[in-house]
């Protein structure tokens, strides 16, 4: 009796699991029906638009370099500090060339003996004219040498201090040794310290540089454009700058130059743009900071536009599917304008209510949507 109700439990457990696996086939084989998405057309502002990278520095740096050679003395600037034009930057200290040297106190020794024997022929032959043995035109020739005399023993001496001192220390004489601003503005940086040996500019050396100083409230972008988008800007355009050091900001900016020549760069050729940028003055922008410039080709405001993988193409043009119905859609031929790639412009061929066809899920996702 057991075995008998064993063995009906098994059939009918089998015929259970064959019935159910039959249900569960039947279930999986079944298609899962499809509803249609819709979206419609938004307001926006549509801009076309190449990018060019590079970084904004000041238009002007000025390099101040000594007007003469010997060790920097006194340093009384340090970087980020504003300057005006005439302050006194550092001191230089001139440590004579010593062939220089030589030749210029034998000069002056020269010079002081022949002032001497000028001075006792100028004695002599003016006791002479006083007691008119002499003529005046006489004695006019050794005035005119004790006076010759006298200026080379002066201009020995002027010499003689400019090779030690690099200066002639007379009142209101340029002080050479003394580095001054020659414009106003920030210093950038100071690449030498108190101690260094500087030179200075001459035909054959630029000199050295004792610092940098800029206007830092009048920036310019700097950046290159592949040969592919220079063709489509001109002078003139409308920049937005984003730089990358200040998030969440940008900066307006008007193109003022592109290089007539090219440049090849990892085997493609670019060309240098300029764009004056217009700062704000709550936010301060460091020189070098690098910058992308969203270069304006075009610019629609507040036009209708749709998502650009909306559309869709036949022979007779571009087009959209509007629903007309539940589940039923028809072709709307568009009109458009300008395209930044993402979104493009719709100027006529629909209706900011028409429902547009965006695709397609199964219905049990957008019942639960």
């Not at 310290?193 to 035909?203: D, H, L, M, P, W």
């Not at 355009?237 to 003022?256: H, R, T, Y």
């Amino acid at each position: 009796m057991l075995k008998k109700i064993i063995r009906f439990v098994l059939v009918v457990g089998m015929i259970g699991l064959f019935i159910w696996t039959l249900i569960y086939l039947y279930q999986k084989s079944e298609e899962t029906p499809m509803v249609s998405t819709t979206s419609q057309a938004e307001k926006a502002t549509i801009i076309k638009k190449t990018v060019a990278n590079g970084s904004v520095v000041p238009r002007k740096e000025i390099a101040i370099k000594p007007q003469v050679s010997g060790i920097l003395d006194e340093v009384y600037i340090v970087a980020g500090e504003l300057v005006t034009k005439g302050q006194l930057l550092a001191k230089v200290q001139v440590i004579p060339d010593m062939a220089n040297l030589n030749n210029a106190e034998n000069r002056l020794k020269q010079a002081k003996i022949a002032l001497n024997n000028a001075q006792q022929d100028f004695d002599r032959q003016k006791k002479l004219f006083d007691d008119e043995v002499i003529s005046s035109a006489d004695f006019q020739r050794f005035q005119l040498t004790y006076d010759q005399a006298v200026q080379e023993k002066q201009a020995s001496k002027d010499n003689l201090q400019i090779v030690r001192e690099g200066a002639i220390q007379k009142s209101g004489g340029i002080q050479n040794t003394l580095i001054r601003s020659t414009v106003k503005g920030m210093i950038l940086e100071v690449p030498v310290e108190e101690g260094y040996s500087v030179i200075e500019a001459n035909t054959f050396n630029e000199g050295t540089t004792v610092c940098m100083i800029a206007d830092m409230s009048d920036m310019i972008f700097e950046g290159k454009v592949d040969e592919s988008e220079v063709g489509k800007i001109k002078v003139g355009m409308p920049l937005l700058l984003s730089v990358g050091a200040i998030e969440n900001q940008q900066f307006d900016a008007i193109l003022k130059y592109i290089a007539p020549k090219g440049v090849e760069e990892n085997g493609a050729i670019q060309f240098d743009i300029k764009a004056e940028v217009k700062l704000q003055d709550s936010l301060f922008i460091r020189a070098g900071y690098s910058a992308n410039a969203d270069i304006i080709l075009d610019r629609a405001d507040s036009v209708m536009s749709v998502d650009e993988a909306l559309l869709k193409f036949d022979d007779e043009g571009t087009y959209v599917e509007v629903e007309v119905g539940k589940e039923s859609f028809e072709k709307r031929y568009l009109e458009t304008g300008l395209s930044d790639g993402i979104r493009i412009e719709v100027l006529s061929g629909i209706n900011w209510e028409d429902k547009i066809k965006s695709g397609e899920v199964p219905a049990n996702e957008a019942a639960t949507k």
